[in-house]
């Protein structure tokens, strides 16, 4: 098989067999979400872009603290869930983070929230800066992404100070899907932040919750030990 006829992250493919999973699998429940929505703080009456919301699962826990939602994302799949979820009063918009502009106007929001999309994006600053043209002065963006440790472990190389693609095989709901994401260094992701107007308030290597030692003790070892994700604060 060539690499044309591969069909990368196909979320719209196994949407809801990786939303069942995201919710309960302790990467997500008990190490990713509780990390990002401390980092967010307080967001009652804040208004908050959910940029890559997926199946809604940060969403319902931004909007159950007051916060006022809007959803993008750019799996249809992914967002049919997030509308079961969400019920019909969050605004939830198809639209590709890569390609800039998103629908919404200068200003629009208090806070950006991503949550494990960076690593899908080959170059950062478009996206960031779309980001900060629609946040409110001062406003905060709060995101993660692949540790790049997490990347070399994956894809098998030595090369840290590289950005480069790499795959990886998921299974879900009996489905292997290939998955295809952006390696680069911390260096590179601080130089994208610079370069996009953004300033770095915060950077969270996370620990699992401790309740994930009794109900994931083998994740909760690993996590224990080998970061899999990074998260960053940063200041418009």
Known sequence: ????????????GFARSYADDNEISP??????RPAILS????????RVLDAGCGAGAHAAELVARGAAVTGVDLSAGLLARA??????????????????????????FDLVLSSLVMHYLEAW???????VRVLAPGGRV??????????????????????????????????????????????????????SGLTVEDIVEPDPLPEAAEIAPDAYHGLSRRAQFLLFALRA
């Open 27 to 32: 990467y997500n429940d008990l190490y990713e």
């Open 83 to 108: 509308r079961e979820r969400l019920g019909p009063d969050v605004p939830l918009l198809r639209a590709d983070l890569s390609r800039p502009p998103l629908p919404f106007p200068g200003g629009a």
């Open 125 to 131: 600053e478009p996206t960031l800066r779309e980001f």
């Open 142 to 195: 709060v995101l993660s992404t692949h540790h790049p440790f997490m990347d070399m472990r994956i894809s098998g190389s030595d090369d840290y100070l590289g950005t480069y693609a790499y795959t990886d095989a998921w299974e879900r709901g009996g489905r292997t899907m290939t998955m295809r994401f952006w390696h680069r260094p911390l260096r590179a992701m601080l130089a994208a932040f610079r370069a």
């Open 1 to 12: 098989m060539t690499d044309a006829k591969v069909k990368y992250n196909d979320y719209d």
């Open 39 to 46: 980092l967010a703080g307080e967001v009652a009456g804040l």
